[in-house]
T-cell receptor, first 116, second 113 residues
Framework: NAGVTQTPKFQVLKTGQSMTLQCAQD?????MSWYRQDPGMGLRLIHY???????DQGEVPNGYNVSRSTTEDFPLRLLSAAPSQTSVYFC???????????????FGNGTRLTVT | GDSVTQMEGPVTLSEEAFLTINCTYT??????LFWYVQYPGEGLQLLLK?????DKGSNKGFEATYRKETTSFHLEKGSVQVSDSAVYFC????????????FGKGTKLSVKP
């Protein structure tokens, strides 16, 4: 069981470039989310989705787009990369059902992004 | 708004020492509380959780008790090992949006042999 798979593991971009961080899960989880992790800031929610075709903004959505065309995939798009987007990005998913309120998140291993 | 505050790190302990990492929260409702652990180079993993007041979560020798009266969820372990070296995150799940967690800033633990 692969769980949550993120690609790539590392990426270097120049300011103004665009790219897509990929996230896929094979647990049939309805809920998926993207966090960024910065030193001294903990994890901050960028965008999340409660099911295919449904997305919503988190705490720090500016500069990022998401879509959810399938249950399995939840890509994160950087439209025009900026140095402030240098971070480690984590995708996470959880089961959505009657007890989804209490279901834990399953995290991928992260993508380390550097914008120069 | 809802928030989580955990003790600043890093924390350095000798093997077999007692560990406490403090976590307090602010929430308008009755959140579920979690501790997640992040080992070097990996994503976060759920360590333990508690869903209501006075619940005790436990796993791998770690424990935390949901204290509503002090709004706390402190992580404890009686005897740490080198393999416990990691970053520990306290988090709460508020009911407004399913699955959305608010994380503390993390506490890095280093255990020396």
């Amino acid at each position: 069981n692969a769980g949550v798979t993120q690609t790539p593991k590392f990426q270097v971009l120049k300011t103004g470039q665009s790219m897509t961080l990929q996230c896929a899960q094979d647990m049939n989880h309805e809920y998926m989310s993207w966090y960024r992790q910065d030193p001294g800031m903990g994890l901050r929610l960028i965008h999340y989705s409660v099911g295919a075709g449904i997305t919503d903004q988190g705490e720090v959505p500016n500069g990022y787009n998401v879509s959810r065309s399938t249950t399995e995939d939840f890509p994160l798009r950087l439209l025009s990369a900026a140095p402030s987007q240098t971070s480690v990005y984590f995708c996470a998913s959880s089961y959505s059902g009657g007890s989804s309120y209490n279901s834990p998140l399953h995290f991928g291993n992260g993508t380390r992004l550097t914008v120069t | 708004g809802d928030s989580v505050t955990q003790m600043e790190g890093p924390v350095t302990l000798s093997e077999e020492a007692f560990l406490t990492i403090n976590c307090t929260y602010t929430a308008t409702g009755y959140p579920s509380l979690f501790w997640y652990v992040q080992y070097p180079g990996e994503g976060l993993q759920l360590l333990l959780k508690a869903t209501k007041a006075d619940d005790k979560g436990s796993n791998k020798g770690f424990e935390a008790t949901y204290r509503k009266e002090t709004t706390s969820f402190h992580l404890e372990k009686g005897s740490v090992q080198v393999s416990d070296s990691a970053v520990y995150f306290c988090a709460l799940n508020y009911g407004g949006s399913q699955g959305n967690l608010i994380f503390g800033k993390g506490t890095k633990l280093s255990v020396k042999p």
